[in-house]
C-alpha cells in the first residue's frame, strides 16, 4: 500500500462520511495555524488543493478534498 493510500484510509476513518475538510478540521489534522493556511491560500503555495464553495466572495467558505488533503500528506517536501 502506498503512503497516499495510507494516509487517505486514515483521514476516511478520522472523517467518515465526509469528502472534505473545512479550515478548522485541517488544521488540526496537519498541526498547522489556521492562520497560516489562510496564508497559503492567499499565496497559492504550501497547503493542499483546495475549493471554494458557495455564491459571492465573502460568502464563500473554502474546504480540502480528502484526496487533497491525503496527497499533500503523502508528499515529502512541504513549504509553509
Known sequence: MSQYDEELK???KQ????RALTLKELSSTINISI???RRGIK???GIPD???VGSGEKRQTVVFPL???ARFLATPE???
Open 10 to 12: 486514515e483521514l476516511k
Open 15 to 18: 472523517f467518515p462520511n465526509k
Open 35 to 37: 492562520g497560516t493556511i
Open 43 to 45: 499565496n497559492g503555495k
Open 50 to 52: 483546495f475549493k471554494k
Open 67 to 69: 484526496i487533497s488533503v
Open 78 to 80: 512541504k513549504v509553509f
